[in-house]
């Protein structure tokens, strides 16, 4: 299983809010050669670490491509690019944040590409979105299911299914 974290807490260029950037985001991924299998709810993040910056709009994906790891996230890193993210300070408020969580259990670690990604399983973002479409989804390096991770996280990192008003 492919699984890919997408999160927004700026409206891209063209957009009205994080959510509409985000949908947009996940519409292109079929005209970039990745299909979407499966896709979580939204859910409304704060910020992590904490920060006053605008809370996250954060899904998770399940999806298929033929493209290696590296080709896939270079492709994902480009999107992002495509939808005005500039990368500069660590953690920044950002209009598309696209991470390859996992890429059919594989485990690697080169300059650019670190899988499964080094925090998944500390992030309520990215377990409570992932245990709506792969509960059963087993960490590669922790050989723990993805509902076992979400249980163990401490309180904290407030996390909600995002309903539009």
Not at 3 to 9: A, C, K
Not at 99 to 109: K, P
């Amino acid at each position: 299983m492919i699984l890919v974290g997408i999160g927004s807490n700026l409206a891209g260029a063209g957009y009205e809010s994080p959510l509409q950037t985000a949908a947009a985001a996940i519409d292109e991924l079929p005209n970039i050669g990745i299909d979407v299998l499966r896709r979580s709810q939204w859910y409304l993040s704060e910020p992590v670490p904490a920060s006053d910056q605008p809370w996250f709009v954060n899904g998770v994906i399940a999806a298929s491509t033929e493209f290696e790891p590296e080709p896939l996230l270079e492709r994902l890193l480009a999107l992002e690019t495509r939808f005005g993210r500039v990368r500069g300070q660590r953690n920044a408020a950002r209009t598309l944040d696209l991470d390859l969580l996992d890429y059919h259990g594989r485990l690697c670690a080169t300059e650019r590409l670190l899988l499964p990604h080094p925090r998944l399983h500390e992030r309520r973002f990215v377990l409570a979105p992932l245990c709506e479409i792969a509960p059963q989804w087993r960490h590669p390096r922790l050989d723990l299911a993805a509902e076992e991770l979400l249980a163990r996280l401490p309180a904290g990192q407030a996390t909600r299914v995002y309903h539009e008003t």
